[in-house]
């Protein structure tokens, strides 16, 4: 039976849903990092990976075509915080097989696996995005168009560095 890779640098989180899925019937290991994922792939039976967009100090969207590469056919759900626009278009662009938002619960996560991949089914807002939301969505973009380089972002987006960064540190609300 193939199972789940759950790569997350939050162990108490990686390890609480790895023994939903365990309970459940499914195979699961975990992993903190892109190079722990690597190893955990290549040890295992591994058909269905879920992906932490961000991973310490590392990017998990530049794991997925490595992971894509090494296993073809897997099916990858990133899994964030942080969700945005721009990282849901690139992570579905660079391979994954759906995106989700953390907080979520197990059986949407395991429907998401389900869905076709590179499709992101939609529904309508209840209401427009709030300013706040527009503008982290904006700064996601920038982000993704500066390669992740904080001051090319913020001189796209004619903010000071620092400005920038205070901005980071702070998500709209229904995004934590």
């Not at 190079?35 to 879920?50: K, T």
């Not at 001189?155 to 540190?169: I, N, V």
């Amino acid at each position: 039976m193939s199972g789940f890779l759950l790569v997350d640098d939050d162990p108490v989180f990686a390890e609480v849903l790895a023994g939903a899925l365990k309970r459940r019937g499914y195979q699961a290991t975990t992993a903190d990092s892109s190079q722990g994922a690597l190893e955990r792939l290549r040890e295992g039976d591994i058909s269905r990976i879920v992906l932490d967009l961000r991973l310490a100090t590392e990017n998990g969207l530049e794991l997925i075509p490595t992971l894509c590469a090494l296993a073809p056919g897997v099916r990858i759900v990133v899994l964030t915080g942080y969700a945005s626009i721009a990282t849901a278009v690139e992570a579905i662009k660079l391979g994954a097989h759906h995106y989700l938002t953390k907080p979520t619960d197990l059986p949407a996560l395991l429907a998401a696996f389900e869905h076709e991949p590179g499709v992101i089914p939609l529904e309508p807002a209840p209401q427009p995005a709030s300013l706040e939301r527009i503008e982290w969505e904006t700064i996601q973009q920038a982000l993704l168009e500066a390669e992740g380089n904080v001051s090319a972002a913020a001189a796209r987006l004619g903010l000071h560095r620092r400005t920038l960064q205070r901005k980071l540190k702070k998500r709209p609300a229904g995004l934590s």
